[in-house]
């Protein structure tokens, strides 16, 4: 079984993905670390983020694992090495776009992200171009979304209950941002698939959302 979740920053996806996932006891697919881990990578290694060359190489020759421990949770290792946290600086993250832009990057990372979730009993990826690109063919789609203020408000607490100090006009600006960078780059848009299902995740709790995405299941 295949479920596709996309949507835009902030919508609630990986939370609930997670959970999701969980309850039916599937793999997690978080193609978005998958992405910033070749950003790190990329910027490790003084790399000109310009140069679509070299990034689809790299990406080529990187071993991208995520794994699930019980207690540890979710971590993602590139090369061997745990980059969890690394991945997920505000500055990390406004670098992606360069790597997530490049077509070549992508065409490898969607021949890992497919390999991964064919490789268990089935699995829940979460991204931009899930439902669109990767799994055409899903068994569910799920597209959610939430209003602007609230996807800000997420992010913020987010990043303040992981130790960062961002002010609040920093965030939206951030936010915005990445929404045109999804939404309007040429290759694989951030866009609802046809036959996903749109849930506004604006005013649900997360187990409310988690609920609401498996009745679409079962
Ligand atoms: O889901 P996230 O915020 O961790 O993703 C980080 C960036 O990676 C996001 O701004 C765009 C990119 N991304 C992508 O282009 N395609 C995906 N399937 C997932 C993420």
């Known amino acids: 079984m295949i479920i596709a979740i996309d949507g835009p920053a902030g919508s609630g996806k990986s939370t609930v993905s997670k959970m999701v996932a969980e309850k039916l ?3 997690y697919v978080d193609t978005g670390a998958m992405y910033r881990a070749i950003t790190l990578k990329a910027v490790n290694m003084h790399l000109d983020l310009k140069d679509a060359d070299r990034l689809i190489e790299i990406t080529k020759n ?8 019980k207690d540890k949770g979710f971590s993602v290792l590139l090369d061997g090495k745990d980059v969890s946290k690394e991945i997920r600086t505000p ?5 992606v776009k360069f790597i997530a832009g490049v077509p070549g990057v992508r065409e ?12 268990g009993q089935g699995a829940v990826l979460e991204g931009r171009d ?12 799920i597209y959610l979304n939430a209003d602007f203020k609230e996807r800000v408000k997420r992010r ?10 961002i002010d609040y006009a920093a965030i939206k600006a951030d936010v915005d941002r ?5 939404m309007e780059r040429k290759v694989a848009p951030l866009k609802k698939a046809d036959d996903a299902i749109e849930i506004d995740t604006t005013k649900l709790t997360i ?10 299941i079962k």
């Open 25 to 27: 006891g599937i793999l």
């Open 130 to 141: 899930i439902g669109t690109i990767v799994f055409p063919d899903a068994d569910r789609k």
């Open 91 to 95: 500055e990390l993250t406004n670098k």
């Open 108 to 119: 490898e990372m969607v021949k890992i992200q497919r390999k991964i979730a064919r490789s």
């Open 156 to 165: 913020h607490k987010e990043l303040v209950e992981g130790g960062q100090k």
């Open 207 to 216: 187990e409310e959302t988690v609920e609401k995405i498996l009745s679409c």
């Open 178 to 182: 990445r929404d045109r960078n999804d």
């Open 62 to 69: 990187s071993d991208i694992k995520l794994l699930h421990d």
